[in-house]
């Protein structure tokens, strides 16, 4: 064997580790959902309570009028004793009518709804609810504090399932499950609704499970006054991710986070392209900046926490460095191709079969776990993909039948140079399937964009164009780009 | 403890036993899930490999 050979066997083996990382996030997905139903079993009931605390919800507020009344209704109509309720929204220099709004409902509400204002605002979400909770916790009454946004409407029985498990003194925060609640869905606020039954009811299961949460919903999270005093009785500024933040610091001081999946709050979700692509990057930059903060606690299991469960960094950074497996298995492919292309073949399958099988089975456990979204989102949850990798996954599942049986029915037969073409798309298209979103996003914004981009979307997938934003984030965070806070505009849509 | 409080503690733990009860479903869902993904994968290796 010549040193040519020697080279060509370690550069195959190096392709073939390349392919291989595009499978570490499925797997490790569906590890997580196999571990869902032992949250049957291994969950927190048997240690809550009933237990009624004296709750100070926090709501910040900047131009929140055309929401907050119906907010605070809500809220005034839980399931919960009224004297040990008392909201207080901090308005962030609002231009609007919010302040008038804010007298008004203090003034119908006497004792129970308060209005705080900062006059200096637009320093973003985490400032202001430190504004809020240096007034709070400035004296006893409040024991639990609850920190929502202006627009996330609690169901009845919501507020009373969070801080049953506060009745423990080892649990510091409890999350609870925000679905999307829009009154007139489109096939965004759909996809979303089939992410959050993944990202929340399942996942967040499955890492109660572990002991560790990722991070607690920004529009739902129920704190012990213990908990909050613990990390400085403030909300960790200087971050694009304060929610994620408070959920490690609190972990990291010994106080378990939990996430309810019964306790149910609805939020109004971005209707567009362009409006997911600002929150979600917002998000990605944050979690870009959590990474870097706690490099000394993943994969390092220390005592007092589980953030550094192996299961737990795998799960984090399977999802952080997505795109990075996607681009890798696309390279690792078209190398073998070109090298050994019977093995490429190979390899390509035994992917996208482990793949489709995973996506196939997290999707069923999830489509279980919210029948009712379940029943509107179906398509959306088999297109979470992307049309084009779904038809990829079929052709993975059940050899022949598209690229065979389908085209013999019309009597055509694949020819030599279009088989060849067809195997370097699929090879390519895992990693192309985040251009391709990045496209629908362009396209969003001109004259056929209505039709176009969400038909794009469909067939790249929501999943590729999430892979997509966190790339975004890398670059904003590599050039340092400008991260001031970009509010979600809404509008009042979540149902009544 | 008042009634009112009483009446909502009591009714506060039957909501508690009633979701821990719930979340025993998620043991059929999952094996529903694994015999569903089971079969496709028995087509697959019956009709197509």
């Keep these: ?496 | 403890m008042s009634e009112l409080t009483r009446v909502q503690t009591e009714r506060a733990r039957h909501v508690l036993r009633r979701d821990a009860r719930r979340e025993l479903w998620l043991i059929p869902q999952a094996l529903v899930a694994v015999i569903i993904v089971v079969a496709i994968v028995w087509v697959r290796q019956a009709f197509f490999v």
Excluded at chain 1, 316 to 332: E, K, Q
Excluded at chain 1, 339 to 348: E, I, K, P, R, Y
């Design chain 1, 1 to 496: 064997m010549d040193i040519w050979q020697v080279l060509e066997s370690i550069l195959v083996v190096v392709l073939v580790i390349f392919v291989a990382t595009g499978a570490v996030p499925v797997v490790t997905a569906a590890f997580h959902f196999l571990m869902v139903p032992l949250h049957a079993v291994l969950n927190h009931y048997r240690q809550a309570d009933a237990y009624f605390p004296r709750v100070a919800v926090l709501i910040p507020a900047w131009n929140e009028a055309v929401v907050i009344r119906a907010t605070i209704e809500r809220m005034l109509q839980l399931s919960y004793p009224a004297e040990r309720l008392r909201i207080y929204v901090i308005d962030d220099a609002s231009t609007d009518s919010t302040p008038e709004l804010m007298a008004e409902l203090s003034v119908q509400h006497p004792g129970q709804v308060f209005s705080l204002r900062r006059e200096q605002g637009g320093q973003g979400k985490a400032h202001t609810l430190n504004h809020g909770l240096e007034i709070v916790l400035g004296d006893d009454w409040a024991e639990a504090v609850l920190i929502t946004d202006a627009d996330v409407i609690f169901t009845p029985e919501s507020l009373e399932k969070m801080t049953r498990h506060l009745a423990d003194p080892k649990i510091g925060a409890v999350s609870a499950y925000i679905a999307e609640g829009s009154r007139d869905r489109n096939y965004m606020t759909r996809f979303i609704a089939i992410e959050y039954v993944l990202s929340q009811l399942a996942a967040r299961r499955a890492q109660n499970v572990l002991g560790a949460q990722a991070c607690l919903a920004g529009g739902a999270q129920l704190h012990s006054r213990a908990n909050l005093e613990a990390i400085g009785g403030r909300i960790p500024t200087g971050t694009l991710a304060e929610d994620t933040v408070a959920t490690f610091e609190s972990q990291l001081r010994g106080r378990r986070m939990l996430f309810e999946p019964h306790a149910v709050v609805l939020a109004e979700e971005p209707r567009t392209i362009d409006a997911i692509w600002k929150q979600r990057l917002r998000w990605a930059r944050g979690n870009v900046q959590v990474s870097w903060i706690y490099r000394k606690v993943w994969f390092r299991p220390g005592r007092g926490h589980h953030l550094g469960n192996i299961a737990f960094g795998l799960s984090w950074f399977s999802i952080f460095l997505l795109p990075f497996a996607m681009v890798l298995s696309s390279i690792g492919l078209i190398g073998l191709l070109l090298l050994q292309s019977d093995l490429a073949q190979t390899v390509f399958r035994a992917l996208w079969v482990t793949a489709s099988v995973s996506f196939l089975f997290s999707m069923l456990v999830g489509l279980q776990l919210d029948p009712r979204t379940g029943r509107r989102s179906w398509r959306e949850a088999f297109l979470f993909p992307g049309l084009i990798s779904f038809v990829v996954m079929i052709a993975a599942l059940f050899p022949g039948l598209i690229e065979e049986w389908l085209p013999s029915l019309f009597g055509l037969r694949l020819l030599p140079v279009g088989e060849t073409t067809l195997t370097v798309f699929v090879y390519v298209w895992i990693s192309a399937a985040m251009l391709g979103a990045w496209g629908a996003r362009a396209v969003e914004k001109t004259r056929v964009g209505r039709w176009l981009a969400p038909l794009l979307l469909y067939l790249v997938g929501y999943g590729p164009m999430l892979c997509a934003i966190t790339v975004d984030s890398y670059i904003k965070e590599w050039r340092h780009a400008d991260a001031s806070w970009i509010k979600t505009e809404k509008v009042g849509r979540v149902l009544g």
